[in-house]
């Protein structure tokens, strides 16, 4: 079970996230300002942080800069009521992961936290095997016993999310919202792209296929 640490001053707001996210099967504690998240991450492990910018002590910026220092690398979702890009700027050379202006649609904080728990597991993994292949997420290598191949990072990416399911079928929105982002502009039809070009790169692999589909999306299936 994830559990999440949230740091926000505004104790209603605390207990509307901490509410919907533990009806969601998250774990959740509340603090309320950085210091007191920091002290929240010497005591345990959390798998994602969702803080606030404005906050007494130790605000979301100073929280994020000292996680980063410390290189400790779980996600963090910035919550701010500046909605400017001067601000989202400085969230994200802190350290960010993601970001969201008040007033914060509490659906849409669900589909963020999980896209990012979902990245964060596969890059906390760092390697899927099928049959003889091998998919390593440090050096986005693809070996199966006699060759090995770099491939580009949204290529790899696209493939081990897919490996390290095989037979679940992934809908084409899926893939862009954990692959390229939920914020991201690009065309869903961007996926059939890169779809292409691996099925090109590994038209000889015995130990996988991709398959598609039809009107739904792509699985990688075992051979």
């Given amino acids: 079970m994830f559990k999440i640490l949230i740091a926000e001053d505004d104790k209603e707001l605390r207990n509307l996230f901490s509410h919907v996210l533990i009806r969601q099967g998250y774990t959740v504690k509340g603090v309320s300002n950085g210091e007191e998240a920091l002290d929240a991450l010497d005591a345990d492990f959390y798998d994602l942080i969702i803080s606030d910018i404005m906050m007494p002590v130790l605000d979301g910026y100073g929280l994020v800069e000292q996680l980063r220092t410390a290189q400790i690398t779980t996600p963090v979702l910035m919550i701010t009521a500046k909605d400017d890009f001067e601000a989202m700027s400085r ?10 202006v008040k007033p914060i649609n509490v659906n ?116």
């Fill in 91 to 100: 969230g994200f050379i802190s350290g960010t992961d993601d970001y969201m």
């Fill in 108 to 223: 849409e904080m669900v589909l963020r936290v999980g896209a990012l728990l979902r990245r964060a597991q596969m890059i906390n993994e760092r390697k899927t095997v099928i049959g003889k292949t091998v998919m390593e997420c440090d050096s986005m290598t693809v070996s199966d016993g006699n060759s090995s191949e770099i491939l580009p990072q949204k290529e790899f990416m696209l493939l081990y999310k897919m490996a390290s399911s095989p037979g679940r079928i992934f809908t084409r929105q899926q893939l862009m919202d954990e692959i390229w982002g939920y914020d991201s502009e690009s065309d869903p039809h961007t996926v059939d792209v890169h779809i292409g070009r691996l099925r090109d790169r590994f038209r000889d692999n015995t130990d996988f296929r991709i398959v598609t589909i039809r009107g739904v999306g792509y699985k990688v299936a075992k051979t």
